[in-house]
């Protein structure tokens, strides 16, 4: 069956450090590759998406370059905020259903 | 646009009372509905798929006598806590899809609700 592995949280970073966080996938066929954020509290949000091999998903200064051939869609941000501070998950879907990672949870220091 | 909303965010009950969650898609027509329960630092686990008009798919585990679906429209869907036990206590957050999207797996969540069964 289909899953993801993405990095064991949680990260902590300062304020404008580069931020990756790694996610790879098991999958029959091609998947759509999402990551979501969930702030404390809240439900999920979309961050970003990619449908098909070689495109990146961008929003908020966040990137995530699907990867077919390594099977990975990792996200990455140049420069962090303490606002970023949250669960990321990594998300695989096909088929009308999606898998989520554990989540990662990150902690941006001022 | 693409907002979904759960009502109520927060619910207290006593032992072996049914608990109702709505779920709305405000703006858009949800052809599927999703929904998950989330234990505290873990991630979201699918209880079950509910499509407009037909009776929900429930995941291997998940009693659905216990956990009851109705997805009476395509903009509302409701999940009932029958009988709730304290182990029922968790935060339950719903998803659905915008059957008008090209991506159509692309899913938008509510705000989950805060179920404590005392």
């Not at chain 2, 234990?39 to 929900?56: R, Y």
């Amino acid at each position: 069956g289909n899953s993801v592995t993405q990095m064991e949280g949680p990260v902590t970073l300062s304020e404008e450090a580069f931020l990756t966080i790694n996610c790879t996938y098991t999958a029959t066929g091609y998947p759509s590759l999402f990551w979501y954020v969930q702030y404390p509290g809240e439900g999920l949000q979309l961050l970003l998406k990619a449908t098909k091999a070689d495109d990146k998903g961008s929003n908020k200064g966040f990137e995530a370059t699907y990867r077919k051939e390594t099977t990975s869609f990792h996200l990455e941000k140049g420069s962090v905020q303490v606002s970023d501070s949250a669960v990321y998950f990594c998300a695989p879907a096909g088929g009308f259903k999606t898998i989520f990672g554990a989540g990662t949870r990150l902690f941006v220091k001022a | 646009g693409a907002v979904v909303s759960q009502h109520p965010s927060r619910v207290i009950c006593k032992s072996g009372t049914s608990v109702k969650i709505e779920c709305r898609s405000l703006d858009f027509q949800a052809t599927t509905m999703f929904w998950y329960r989330q234990f505290p630092k873990q991630s979201l686990m699918l209880m079950a798929t509910s499509n407009e008009g037909s009776k929900a798919t429930y995941e291997q585990g998940v009693e659905k006598d216990k956990f009851l679906i109705n997805h009476a429209s395509l903009t509302l869907s409701t999940l009932t806590v029958t009988s709730a036990h304290p182990e029922d206590s968790s935060f339950y957050i719903c998803s659905a899809n915008d059957q008008g999207l090209a991506v159509q797996e692309t899913q938008y969540f509510g705000p989950g609700t805060r179920l404590l069964v005392l």
